[in-house]
């Protein structure tokens, strides 16, 4: 038979629709662009780090496509997105970050992370490059989200996500992080 026996995994009966059981769900921040400043990791660090076990958050970065190639912007779009359809999970729950998304206070965010939670299956919040994100990636989104109506720096919109998901985080555990 040559070459090193696959690790043994026992039968569990067949596979459920959700991964309820299985362990936690990940909430995962995919977006477009890398080598941001210091102070954006050194944020995200720390809101990423308070988050519990059983709901960690992951940042995924993808590789923006370079401007100076000459690409139409709708070709630069759909490069990204194929960067980003290769760094999902093959199954999760998709959460287009947009200006045109749904506007959530904290306590409306907690409810939908417990909505998340309760359906077992990873959760991935994506960002856009400096276009946007293309059409077609926008379609498969389960949920469309906005953070502001204002525009905002891409670097300043992970910091925002992470500690909003920290924040609802903390509503749902009556953790004294959030005052009203």
Request: proline share 8%.
């Amino acid at each position: 038979m040559g070459g090193q026996p696959g690790p043994h995994v026992p039968f569990r009966g067949p596979r459920r629709l959700t991964r309820q059981a299985s362990g936690p769900v990940k909430l995962l921040l995919v977006a477009v662009g890398t080598r941001m400043p210091a102070w954006v990791d050194s944020a995200f660090d720390d809101f990423a780090k308070r988050m519990p076990r059983e709901l960690p958050l992951q940042l995924v970065e993808v590789k923006a496509e370079p401007r100076s190639t000459g690409k139409t912007v709708e070709a630069m779009m759909a490069a990204e997105a194929a960067r980003i359809e290769a760094a999902l999970p093959p199954r999760c729950r998709r959460l287009i970050l947009d200006e045109r998304g749904d506007d959530l206070g904290t306590r409306a965010l907690a409810r939908r992370l417990e909505g998340w939670q309760a359906g077992g299956d990873d959760v991935a919040l994506i960002v856009g490059g400096p276009d946007g994100l293309a059409p077609e990636l926008k379609a498969s989104a389960h949920e469309t989200l906005r953070l502001s109506s204002l525009t905002l720096p891409h670097a300043l919109v992970r910091v925002m996500l992470a500690e909003a998901l920290y924040r609802a985080w903390s509503v749902l555990k009556n953790h004294p992080y959030h005052r009203e």
